[in-house]
């Protein structure tokens, strides 16, 4: 009853929507339209939306343009997943600890890790990079890998703990009267409790570690091997020309496995964050 | 209990660290993480903010590179411009993200394929986005100019990125687009944790729509709006790609922000002592930015009750 529309607000909605989704959606129409047309179709002058002869050429040239495309868009998803990999292993203690245990300077510690989220990369790029060059770590996976992960560590020692805070401490009590000891507790006890939770802090973090790669990648690491695709996809800007619409293709086909997988994980993930974020 | 009879009870003596111990045991690899990648190399700057330190070599200059930094009319530009550029995309992010999330929220057929549809300028790298909105930006080939020249709006091409306005402007909507679905998100999940009772309470004395959005809807999730516009604002004003593959700072430094300025100096230029300088003044306007936020943020808590 209350939630019924009239007839013009429903098409009032679904306008609104649309318009939104179309400011969304746009630079992804536009991707999809360069990638389709032939580089000097796109390059006349004056504007046409289309042009008759479509092709999929792009998405066959760009694998010759840059040999290396594949091992990009591979060392995407992998530098990602080591990031979060890491970083759950580093957060799950440590947003338990902060979720149940008493102990001296839990809030003064809290405070600093937070504080670390006011800070980018972007502002110690100069001694991290000596940092990183003193751990011989420059130039490698790890090079991307490593400040990804402390530039994450708050925000997921942060959201996780929200989490645990919720799982009923009465379960702990029950295996801590029961003698297991307290590292067997959280093992045996809390995480598998806190799978749903951890399901939605690790794709958060995933997403984090995937969307912001162009910076340590064009910083800390020369070897083309190792790049990252945000920082690939710029060897199609070349000395005589920019392959536009096969930087196109490439960047739709580098995203696609992602967005696939998400496709998939949507439906945990909303629900997590509608169960999760809200009640503190 | 066969074990109790005799008033002993057969269990090995457990041996536990005491709770504060094995709290820090658990915290100590976090805490390392960040001691030596984020603590240290904060430090350091510190220290190379008052050197002139080059890639050759570097020499205690005291308070040179601050007093040059402050003496600059350039730098106070650049500081309202970051100010100005935060304060506007963020508060374009809670607007377009508050109508996105009510959009979302409304119980229409198709919401939870539009609520997918949101998604993606969230999960994909920022750097492919925006080379999707260079492209709409471009004057000759892209779809913005294209739609202002066939409609007759413009007589010639409108080069976004090449005229001052407009390509800080353009920064921006580049800017919204890739912050906005994620307010989106947690804000319709926060719309989606307000208890529907409270709704029906306020339909029954027959509020309408906009009534109970005003006085129900906001206010229950106003702490949410105000923390997201908190991490929102620290984000932009920490944004670097946005800003560095559409424009680089240009055209004539309009769109150059203090993290751009300070990317240039110390890390184009290799000015290492100059650009520390500008990294602990960001520092400095963040920590006091966010003690005065978190102050406010404190107050609406307490006035909306949440815990």
């Known amino acids: 009853m209350m939630d019924r529309y009239t007839f013009l607000q429903k098409v009032g909605i679904y306008a609104a929507v649309a318009l939104f989704l179309t400011f969304i959606l746009l630079p992804f129409f536009e991707m999809f339209r360069v990638s389709l047309r032939p580089l000097d179709h796109l390059m006349s002058t004056p504007f046409r939306f289309w042009s008759d002869d479509f092709s999929f050429d792009a998405y066959r040239q760009m694998w010759v343009t840059v040999p290396l495309l594949g091992r990009y868009i591979v060392n995407s998803i992998f530098i990602a997943l080591s990031v979060t990999l890491m970083t759950m292993v580093v957060v799950v203690p440590a947003a338990y600890a902060y979720a149940r245990l008493k102990f001296p300077f839990k809030n003064a510690s809290l405070g600093i890790f937070l504080g670390v989220n006011m800070f980018t990369g972007a502002v110690l790029l100069i001694p991290l990079y000596r940092v990183l060059r003193t751990l011989g770590l420059l130039n490698s996976y790890w090079a991307m890998i490593i400040p990804g992960v402390a530039f994450l560590i708050p925000t997921g020692i942060w959201l996780l703990r929200s989490y645990l805070e919720r799982i009923p401490r009465e379960l702990e009590e029950a295996a801590y009267v029961d003698g297991a000891s307290r590292l067997y507790t959280l093992r045996r006890v809390v995480i598998p409790l806190a799978v749903p939770g951890l399901i939605v802090v690790s794709t958060s973090v995933f997403i984090a570690a995937y969307a912001q790669q162009f910076l340590f990648a064009i910083t800390f690491n020369n070897q083309r091997e190792y790049q990252p695709l945000p920082a690939g996809i710029f060897e199609f800007v070349g000395y005589q020309q920019v392959t536009w619409n096969e930087m196109m293709a490439a960047s739709l086909t580098g995203i696609l496995p992602v967005m696939l997988i998400f496709l998939f994980l949507q439906k945990y993930l909303i629900a997590g964050l509608t169960a999760g974020a809200v009640k503190e | ?307």
């Open chain 2, 1 to 307: 209990m066969s074990d109790t009879a005799d008033g002993q009870i057969t269990r090995a003596p457990r041996r536990t660290l005491p709770e504060g111990a094995f709290a820090w045991a658990l915290i100590a690899p976090a805490m390392i993480f960040i001691g030596v990648i984020v603590a240290w190399p904060l430090v350091e700057t510190f220290r190379l903010s008052f050197t002139d330190a080059r890639l050759g070599g570097e020499n205690y200059v005291g308070w040179a590179n601050y007093i040059d930094l402050f003496n600059s009319g350039k730098f106070y530009d650049i500081v309202g411009r970051t100010f100005y550029w935060m304060f506007l995309s963020v508060s374009l992010k809670l607007v377009v993200g508050l109508i996105g999330a009510s959009l979302l929220n409304a119980a229409v057929p198709g919401r939870a394929l539009f609520r997918v549809l949101v998604m993606p300028p969230w999960v994909i790298p920022i750097a492919i986005g925006v080379i999707g909105w260079k492209w709409l930006y471009n004057g000759y080939f892209g779809f913005i100019s294209g739609i202002l020249q066939r409609t007759g709006l413009v007589a010639d091409p409108v080069s976004l990125l090449a005229q001052k306005t407009s390509a800080f402007y353009a920064a921006i909507v580049t800017d919204v687009w890739v912050g906005a679905p994620m307010v989106t998100l947690f804000l319709l999940a926060a719309m989606q944790g307000v208890s529907r009772d409270l709704y029906e309470a306020a339909w029954v004395d027959g509020a309408g729509r906009w009534y109970r959005f005003r006085r129900i809807t906001i206010p229950q999730i106003m702490p949410v709006i105000v923390s997201m516009a908190l991490l929102s604002a620290i984000w932009t004003f920490n944004s670097f790609e946005i800003i560095w593959i559409l424009t680089e700072g240009g055209p004539r430094g309009a769109t150059t922000t203090l993290i751009i300025d300070t990317y240039k100096v110390a890390i184009s230029s290799q000015r290492f002592g100059e650009g520390a300088a500008r990294a602990v003044v960001i520092v400095g306007l963040l920590t006091v930015f966010s003690l005065i936020y978190l102050y406010f943020l404190n107050k609406v808590y307490k006035h909306y009750g949440a815990k």
